[in-house]
């Protein structure tokens, strides 16, 4: 028996994480090695002696092993920061358990993880990017520096409709979540809310939350209060940095849940609360959040609480993928071939029908992103003529259907575009005002339209 028990203990002891064990009137009864490094203190210290002797800044309420041991509930990871023997400073992650014999609670187990270090990196990175953004204070403010609605290109009617709809939330202070794909667009339109809104010439603040872990984001959203954890500062969170102006919340999904909670209260009570401080602080921060995923997949797979999704989505707004708006390709196409013209001072006039038609055969998973990046690439290695099927990348030549070489360019947008107008004409009860508005074209370029395709009304 006794040998099991020294084995038992040998064990417990090579473990990488910190384990302590006490009794039910909290005094300790096994303290592994990992534990002694990471509080700096021999077993001989810890053991027979009471929590609250050995770390005096513990009490029944911030202890989790006092907790369990008054609760007998579970705790999982659970963050603690706390002063050591040796007054140092301590951050940790503890899973903490009761111990149950003949069903009555004789201890708990806690298991800790070192994270002190990663606190201090993330305060670190935290310091300096709310430097970065008080540096850059000016330009964050100028919305010369954002997109604006003029600068969208487009004529798809459900995209356009899209963007009449973000133009009318731009002057109200609601929330809103913005979804689509990996590379619709999905910032074009968050910026031209913030431009276009009465906060124009307040911060516009940006934060992706994928891969962030949550005591950064923690930090990063909310500030800091000096002395919470070792290496800490007074320093202001994004939510007041971006105080009588926007924060964009990018890949809201990503965010954890238990953060998800706290950012629901502080849109409910425009209040923040600084990491390890007491004191709220009134903001008065629009918030805009976008997801790459759809929402309702999102919270079927609880990676989104419904009660933060319908706060956010006060004002719901989803950006079409580019393969549903292909009468946009070739204009979205001209717009980043003049822009790539400039910008590598080439002389490129256009498009072969063939290279067009290949482009709009293509089915852009990358969306608007991609189709930037293919003319940019292409204007790489070509300076002047036209772009032709063999300047495209492999992956979109590949895709090119033989038959759809047969087929004319005109063909090909005339067939759209004729469909396109009947569409809309039916749709507006073939009233010539009432479409030309939805389609976002003049009247006499419908008119014009309606002859060319011979369309009845």
């Given at each position: ?6 084995t038992?203990?040998?064990?417990l002891?090579?473990i990488?994480?910190?384990i302590h064990?006490v009794d039910k009137r909290?005094v ?10 990471l509080?700096g203190l021999?077993s001989?210290?810890?053991?027979g002696?009471?929590i609250?002797?050995?770390?005096p800044s ?10 369990v ?7 999982f ?5 706390f ?8 951050v940790?992650v503890?899973s ?6 003949h069903?009555e609670?004789i201890g708990?187990v806690e298991?800790?993880k ?7 990196l ?10 970065l953004?008080?540096?850059?204070k000016?330009?964050?403010d100028?919305k010369a520096e954002?997109y604006q609605?003029?600068?969208i ?7 356009m409709d899209t ?5 009318k ?7 809103v ?15 031209s ?9 307040r911060p516009?603040v940006?934060?992706?939350c994928?891969?962030m ?15 919470s954890?070792t ?8 939510f007041e940095?971006a ?5 964009f919340l990018?890949?809201i999904?990503s965010?954890p849940l ?11 009570e425009?209040?923040i609360?600084?990491?390890g401080g007491?004191?709220e602080?009134?903001v ?7 997801m ?7 919270l079927e797979k609880n990676v ?6 319908f ?7 989803h ?9 946009d390709i070739l204009?979205?196409?001209?717009h ?6 400039k910008?590598f001072?080439s ?9 067009i038609t ?6 852009w ?8 990046n ?10 002047s003529g036209?772009?032709s099927?063999?300047?495209l990348?492999?992956s979109?030549?590949q ?8 087929k004319?360019l ?5 067939t ?5 107008v009947?569409?809309a004409?039916?749709?507006?009860g ?6 030309a ?5 003049p009247?006499q ?5 309606i002859?060319?395709y011979?369309?009845?009304i």
């Amino acid at each position: 028996m006794n040998n099991d028990k020294e084995t038992l203990i040998a064990v417990l002891d090579s473990i990488d994480e910190a384990i302590h064990v006490v009794d039910k009137r909290g005094v300790t009864i096994f303290y592994n090695s990992k534990a002694s490094i990471l509080d700096g203190l021999s077993s001989e210290e810890v053991v027979g002696k009471h929590i609250t002797e050995v770390f005096p800044s513990l009490d029944k309420g911030s202890s989790t092993l006092l907790k369990v041991l008054d609760t007998k509930k579970p705790i999982f990871n659970q963050q603690q920061s706390f002063s050591n023997y040796r007054a140092n400073r301590l951050v940790t992650v503890n899973s903490t358990l009761p111990i149950f014999r003949h069903g009555e609670i004789i201890g708990a187990v806690e298991v800790s993880k070192d994270i002190t270090q990663l606190k201090m990196l993330s305060e670190k990175v935290a310091q300096l990017q709310q430097m970065l953004y008080t540096k850059n204070k000016n330009k964050i403010d100028n919305k010369a520096e954002l997109y604006q609605f003029g600068d969208i290109v487009g004529e798809n009617p459900v995209f356009m409709d899209t963007v009449d709809r973000a133009q009318k939330v731009a002057s109200t202070d609601s929330p809103v979540l913005v979804s689509g794909a990996t590379g619709v667009g999905k910032e074009l339109i968050v910026q031209s809310i913030h431009s276009g809104s009465l906060r124009q010439n307040r911060p516009f603040v940006t934060q992706n939350c994928a891969a962030m872990p949550e005591n950064l984001l923690e930090s990063l959203l909310f500030g800091t209060v000096k002395g919470s954890f070792t290496g800490s500062y007074d320093r202001p969170g994004l939510f007041e940095l971006a105080d009588n102006g926007t924060l964009f919340l990018d890949e809201i999904n990503s965010m954890p849940l238990p953060l998800q909670a706290k950012l629901l209260r502080v849109l409910e009570e425009q209040k923040i609360r600084r990491v390890g401080g007491l004191n709220e602080k009134k903001v008065n921060t629009r918030v805009i959040a976008a997801m790459n995923i759809d929402p309702q997949w999102a919270l079927e797979k609880n990676v989104l609480r419904k009660d933060l999704f319908f706060r956010l989505s006060v004002v719901n707004i989803h950006i079409p993928p580019l393969k549903e708006r292909k009468d946009d390709i070739l204009r979205l196409s001209n717009h980043f071939l003049d822009k790539f013209n400039k910008k590598f001072n080439s002389k490129v006039t256009g498009f072969h029908s063939k290279a067009i038609t290949a482009l709009c055969s293509y089915h852009w998973p990358g969306n608007v992103r991609e189709l930037s990046n293919c003319i940019e690439g292409m204007l790489n290695f070509k300076s002047s003529g036209k772009i032709s099927l063999e300047d495209l990348p492999m992956s979109i030549k590949q895709g090119y259907k033989d038959e759809e070489i047969q087929k004319s360019l005109k063909d090909i947008v005339g067939t759209y575009e004729k469909m396109v107008v009947e569409e809309a004409l039916a749709s507006s009860g073939f009233n010539i005002s009432k479409t030309a508005r939805h389609l976002n074209v003049p009247r006499q370029t419908l008119q014009y339209k309606i002859k060319q395709y011979d369309i009845k009304i």
